[in-house]
Every structure is written in structure tokens, then in C-alpha cells.
T-cell receptor, first 113, second 108 residues
Framework: NAGVTQTPKFQVLKTGQSMTLQCAQD?????MYWYRQDPGMGLRLIYY???????DKGEVPNGYNVSRLNKREFSLRLESAAPSQTSVYFC????????????FGNGTRLTVT | AQRVTQPEKLLSVFKGAPVELKCNYS??????LFWYVQYSRQRLQLLLR??SRESIKGFTADLNKGETSFHLKKPFAQEEDSAMYYC??????????FGKGTRLHILP
């Protein structure tokens, strides 16, 4: 089992460029999440999808869009990248129900110059 | 507002000494609380969850609704416990938010 797979692992963008971070899980999980991790700020929730066909804003959604393409895939798009979006991005998924743990991907390190 | 607070950015403890990582939460509903750990160059992974009342790697955490706390404890620290620890709160609409994390450094 691959678990949660994120691509790419690294990316450098120029200000104003766009890109999509891909995330796929093979555990038949219902809920999927996107977080960013910054030094001293911990993990901050960007968007999440509690089930296929639904998406909701998290704590820091501005500048991002998401698509829950199907049950397996949840992508994060930066339409016009800004240096403030330089971060490590993590995708995670969970089965559902009470106390199901999150399973994390390996992260995408994004630098915006 | 929903919030998870971890007041210590860094905690340094001598090997063999007790460890307590603090976590306080703010949530009006019935909370589900977790501790996650990130070892160097590894993925974030679940350490324990409050509903299970389990002990993992010697760590325990008790939910105190009166004090809105979920502190992580271990009686005797080991060098392999050095890592980044995150407290997390799951709300009724499946939102899962994290605290800022505490880096635990075990001194030899």
C-alpha cells in the first residue's frame, strides 16, 4: 500500500506563476486535508474535504483552491503564487468516524521567489 | 473560536527525567483530541488519541474537560523521544486543527 502520495516533492515558482499540488490515497478514506507547515506556526489547515463532492475552508484558505476529483484524489491549486506561500505542504486523509487518525503524505516543499 | 494552544516551542529534558508537553484547546462541542509526532526525516504519525486511553511508547495523555487540557506525559524520557510533537483537535464537522507544536529535545 502506498498510503498517501503527494507530487511533486519539490517545486520552485516565480511570483505570479500557478501550479497544482497533487494528492492521492489508496486507503478508501472519506476525508482529505491540505495543511501548510511553517517554522513557529505549526500545521495550519488550508482546505479539507469531508467526503467526495464537498470541500470546506480551513484556517488559511486565501490564495488557494481545491478540487476533490474523486474519492482518491484531492488537489491544491495556487493560481498566482506569492512569496508568502513558500512553505511545506502536507496532504492527509482519514477514514471517517470518531477518532480515526490522519495519515500524512511526505510533503511538498514549495519555494516562491 | 476553535483553537489548540501548545505554549512551549521547545522543551529540553534530561534522559530519565519526566516529560510533560502541554496542550490546551478551545471548542464548544465534544472534543476529539490527538497527539501526533514527527521524528527527523519521517512523516507525521499518530502517537495517541484520547478515546483510546492507551499508552504508546510510554506516553499517556488524559483529557481534562474542566481545564480544557490534553497534556502528554512520560515518566522517564528516552533519547529516541526527541521529535516534534503536535496536539490536534477534531471538530464535529470533520475539521482537524493543530497547535503550533513543541520540539522535545532529550539531553544525554
Amino acid at each position: 500500500n502506498a498510503g498517501v502520495t503527494q507530487t511533486p516533492k519539490f517545486q520552485v515558482l516565480k511570483t505570479g506563476q500557478s501550479m497544482t499540488l497533487q494528492c492521492a490515497q489508496d486507503m478508501n478514506h472519506n476525508s482529505m486535508y491540505w495543511y501548510r507547515q511553517d517554522p513557529g506556526m505549526g500545521l495550519r489547515l488550508i482546505y479539507y474535504s469531508a467526503s467526495e463532492g464537498t470541500t470546506d475552508k480551513g484556517e488559511v484558505p486565501n490564495g488557494y483552491n481545491v478540487s476533490r476529483l474523486n474519492k482518491r484524489e484531492f488537489s491544491l491549486r495556487l493560481e498566482s503564487a506569492a512569496p508568502s506561500q513558500t512553505s511545506v505542504y502536507f496532504c492527509a486523509s482519514t477514514l471517517d468516524g470518531s477518532n480515526s487518525p490522519l495519515h500524512f503524505g511526505n510533503g511538498t516543499r514549495l519555494t516562491v521567489t | 473560536a476553535q483553537r489548540v494552544t501548545q505554549p512551549e516551542k521547545l522543551l529540553s529534558v534530561f534522559k530519565g527525567a519526566p516529560v510533560e508537553l502541554k496542550c490546551n484547546y478551545s471548542y464548544s462541542g465534544s472534543p476529539e483530541l490527538f497527539w501526533y509526532v514527527q521524528y527527523s526525516r519521517q512523516r507525521l504519525q499518530l502517537l495517541l488519541r484520547h478515546i483510546s486511553r492507551e499508552s504508546i511508547k510510554g506516553f499517556t495523555a488524559d483529557l481534562n474537560k474542566g481545564e480544557t487540557s490534553f497534556h502528554l506525559k512520560k515518566p522517564f524520557a528516552q533519547e529516541e523521544d526527541s521529535a516534534m510533537y503536535y496536539c490536534a483537535l477534531r471538530t464535529g464537522d470533520d475539521k482537524i486543527i493543530f497547535g503550533k507544536g513543541t520540539r522535545l529535545h532529550i539531553l544525554p
